[in-house]
């Protein structure tokens, strides 16, 4: 799906940048604390999850903890 995604992105002239973790991603680990990192450093304001359900609050959970949800990010 995420190479859907990318492709599709890029037949519309989106610049894109992806991170992607395991389904069996420790969710007590750095995996999803790495990969918001990852999109901080990116300095994009617009943010597409793609996750399965016992993923979403720890991301959701990391990503407010890392300033990359509010009124500048969508």
């Not at 007590?28 to 359900?53: M, P, W």
């Amino acid at each position: 799906m995420q190479k859907a995604f990318q492709d599709a992105a890029n037949d519309a002239g989106l610049i894109t940048d992806s991170v992607a973790f395991s389904f069996s991603a420790d969710l007590s680990g750095d995996e999803i604390k790495n990969a918001i990192d990852h999109l901080k450093k990116t300095q994009f304001r617009l943010f597409y999850v793609i996750c399965f359900d016992n993923h979403l609050k720890p991301i959701i959970q990391t990503a407010l903890e890392n300033g990359i949800i509010g009124a500048d990010y969508l």
